[in-house]
Structure formats: C-alpha cells, structure tokens
C-alpha cells in the first residue's frame, strides 16, 4: 500500500527553539496533507490543511505564526513548530491524500518533547 | 460542526469474550471509517463503510453503518490480546478532511 513517512519520528528540544517535522508521500503525489496533533489518551485533532502550492488552512484556535506549514511539492509538506514551550508536546501525524485517488494515508507519527 | 461520539471510551475485557464499540453522530456522513491505533505510531485503517445499512467484515470484526449513515459500530468476537489498541471511528467533514472521534481505548486480557 501507499506510503507516508513522517521525519524525525521522535525529536527533544529546547524551550525557545524551532522543530521542523517533515511529511513525504513516498509512492504517490498528495495535492492535500493534513496535520493532526494528539494529546495523551486523546484523539487526533486536525491543525491544518496543507495544499501544494497555496497557504495552509488552519483550524479554529491553531497559531499559524506559530505552526508553519509549507507544502512546496506534491510529495513533501513541513510543519514548522517555532519557538516551541512545554505545552506543545505532542505526537503530531500528518496523512496524504492522493491525487488520483482521493485516498487516505497516514504517517507513523512524530513524538515532540519540548523541555 | 460536524462532531463524532464514540462510546465506551476504555473498555477492559478478558480474552474470548465478545465486545461493540459504538460511534454516533447527528450529521450524516457520505462514509465512516475505522482506524487502530498502536501506541506511538499512526492510525492504521480498518474499513470504509459507504452505504447505509452496509455491513463489512474483516475476520473476528464487523463493521455496521446505520441505515440514515449517522452511526457505525464495530462488533469484535472473541477478542484476543493482540486487538488491544485504540480504536478511532472517522468521518470526512465538509472540508474533505477527517473528523475522528474521541477513540475508544481496547485492553484485552489472557
């Protein structure tokens, strides 16, 4: 089946300092990614849309100055947490839809631990 | 808004015995999913139902939607160790994305 990856899958950092996490659909192009974050014991909520080529659409309450997303290609989206504080721990997954398709896929998940 | 509501949230049974997991919704969506999740990785996709009143089955699990495609559950029969997980029903909202419900967290003991 179709393949996303997620990188780092697990990744510490400084108070105060900038996470880039990438997202690559390896066997198909995904015009659309979208990034969830998920909290301990809790489900996926949806962050953002990331189209190629165009601006990110954000969810109700998400920072974008603070959640950077670019999806420059049709295979590769970034999500960019800045100046990241303790409160945005979390295991952020990103999923890829495929063009031709419109099927799903998700990737396994990157585990941020800020300090 | 579109919203999801799975129930029970945990649930802890004994191998062998049977269990459903339910996912509600006051919306009607074209399609229902089912993920599993294992901890620290991605949710894994289980089934699409598309009907209503559609019924899948995938071994030990059946997957029902209701027939106004605001419901779905997920029956498992004779449950073993290896199903524990965290179970995710999810529906695409208007914007095309998926709208997953709160979960239900699975621990199947020998």
């Known amino acids: 089946g179709a393949v996303v990856s997620q990188h780092p899958s697990r990744v510490i950092c400084k108070s105060g300092t900038s996470v880039k996490i990438e997202c690559r659909s390896l066997?198909?192009?995904?015009?659309?990614m979208f990034w969830y974050r998920q909290f301990p014991k809790q489900s996926l909520m949806l962050m953002a849309t990331?189209?190629?080529?165009?601006?990110?659409?954000?969810e109700q309450g998400v920072e974008k100055d603070k959640f950077l997303i670019n999806h420059a290609s049709l295979t590769l989206s970034t999500l960019t947490v800045t100046s990241a504080h303790p409160e945005d721990s979390s295991f952020y997954i990103c999923?890829?839809?495929?063009?031709?398709?419109?099927?799903?896929?998700f990737g396994e998940g990157s585990r941020l631990t800020v300090l | 808004t579109q919203l999801l509501e799975q129930s029970p949230q945990f649930l802890s049974i004994q191998e062998g015995e049977n269990l459903t997991v339910y996912c509600n919704s006051s919306?009607?969506?074209?399609?229902l999913q089912w993920y599993r999740q294992e901890p620290g990785e991605g949710p894994v996709l289980l089934v699409t139902?598309?009907?209503?009143?559609e019924v899948k089955k995938l071994k030990r699990l059946t997957f029902q939607f209701g027939d106004a495609r605001k419901d779905s559950s997920l029956h498992i029969t004779a449950a073993q160790p290896g199903d524990t997980g965290l179970y995710l029903c999810?529906?695409?909202?208007?914007?095309?994305?998926?709208?997953f419900g709160k979960g239900t967290k699975l621990s199947v003991k020998p």
């Open positions: 999923s890829a839809r495929t063009t031709n398709t419109g099927e799903l896929f």
């Open positions: 066997d198909f192009q995904a015009t659309t």
């Open positions: 990331s189209n190629e080529g165009s601006k990110a659409t954000y």
């Open positions: 919306s009607v969506f074209s399609s």
């Open positions: 139902v598309v009907t209503g009143g």
């Open positions: 999810a529906g695409f909202g208007s914007q095309g994305n998926l709208i």
